[in-house]
């Protein structure tokens, strides 16, 4: 399930990233998912910072996706990462810094329920959620959420809470899909500023700023250098031959 909802916070961050026409002109939910369709085909690097609320705990990282599915996701405290996410287009790896874990997912194998075509592919995921309300914000944080605006700027003291959003409301087709409720908070161009995933037992709140679209990313920034001393689950079975102790 985190893979899943690290997946689902991916492809949403890209998907929405840019709709250029104003919210105002593109109120119609079907005509949204349309240029959101659109959009999503001339977006082909992502770079951001995002501050994330899950579980009463504050985290912090960096977040990095190019074409055609290419990702990075490091999660920090200070500036050394403790959890590091990537994707080559054909694994997914997981590594828990402090653990000295490495968790490998083959993106097209039947062991999991990670695939490509599922996660990777704006069509597909359009077909799972569906839009149910926009409504207008004078601030992306309101009264009620202080403590996590303070927590923001705690860590980034530049940062303002935006204003003039709309919060869309999206919520699955089938009863059966792993999150509940999707909330997003997107700018008059169409910048997700903040997502909300909802399920039964963890709800995840990140917010969204620095970002930086279709600027270069090396390719190499997505190779994952499997490091020596760790413990290697593959498919979710620990794989005793690929456990490393280099010298």
Do not use: C
């Not at 990282?61 to 074409?67: A, E, N, S, T, Y």
């Not at 959620?129 to 309101?142: D, V």
């Amino acid at each position: 399930m985190k893979k899943i909802k690290i997946l689902l916070i991916i492809n949403l961050l890209i998907i929405y990233s840019q709709v250029q026409n104003s919210l105002n002109e593109v109120i119609d939910k079907k005509l949204i998912l349309k240029k959101i369709s659109e959009k999503y085909k001339t977006i082909n690097t992502y770079n951001a910072n995002f501050f994330e609320y899950s579980n009463g705990f504050y985290k912090k990282g960096k977040i990095k996706f190019k074409k055609p599915n290419f990702i990075s996701v490091k999660y920090y405290r200070g500036n050394t990462p403790y959890i590091i996410i990537k994707s080559d287009d054909k694994m997914l790896y997981i590594y828990l810094v402090r653990l000295h874990i490495v968790t490998e997912q083959e993106l097209n194998s039947d062991t999991d329920t990670i695939k490509k075509e599922d996660n990777f592919n704006i069509y597909r995921l359009i077909d799972f959620y569906k839009p149910e309300s926009i409504t207008k914000q004078n601030l992306l944080f309101t009264d009620t959420e202080n403590r996590l605006y303070k927590k923001i700027v705690d860590y980034y003291p530049d940062y303002e809470n935006p204003e003039k959003v709309y919060f869309l409301k999206m919520i699955p087709k089938n009863v059966e899909m792993g999150l509940t409720k999707i909330y997003l908070w997107i700018k008059e161009d169409g910048t997700i500023l903040r997502a909300k995933f909802k399920d039964i037992n963890n709800p995840i709140d990140m917010v969204f700023f620095n970002i930086e679209l279709n600027k270069f990313i090396p390719e190499k920034e997505f190779e994952f250098d499997e490091p020596a001393n760790v413990q290697i689950y593959k498919n979710n079975i620990f794989d005793k031959n690929k456990e490393k102790e280099k010298e």
